[in-house]
């Protein structure tokens, strides 16, 4: 089991700026955050691997988002910025992707309790 503990959503203007935390009791192979907006499904945001820290994102939070991890604390960050009100939605963070899938919602064995992120136009 790994419990996942996040952090750091909230309301903010468009062009602004937050910064996620996703906690992790134990690292696995790798990380990802996610998001769903009301009545969308979840969508793949970025994945970042423990060990050698390669990451990936969806295009249209390249240039915005940033994702990063600090191994001593086991611990992934998704700064965010240049918010826009499209990106609006709960956030999760995942771990452990099946079969090396980073970028599938389903691959990933366990989730955050999400944290909501408003962006006001």
């Known amino acids: 089991q790994v419990q996942l503990v996040e952090s750091g959503g909230g309301l903010v203007q468009a062009g602004g700026s937050l910064r996620l935390s996703c906690a992790a009791s134990r690292p696995t192979f790798a990380m990802g955050w996610f998001r769903q907006a009301p009545g969308k499904e979840r969508e793949f945001v970025a994945a970042i691997t423990w060990r050698t820290g390669d990451t990936y994102s969806r295009d249209s939070v390249k240039g915005r988002f940033t994702i990063s991890r600090d191994n001593a604390k086991n611990t992934v960050y998704l700064q965010m910025n240049s918010l826009k009100p499209e990106d609006t939605a709960v956030y999760y963070c995942?771990?452990?992707?099946?079969?090396?899938?980073?970028?599938?919602?389903?691959?990933?064995?366990?989730w955050g309790q999400g944290t909501q992120v408003t962006v006001s136009s």
């Open positions: 995942a771990t452990d992707p099946q079969n090396w899938r980073l970028l599938t919602t389903l691959a990933y064995r366990y």
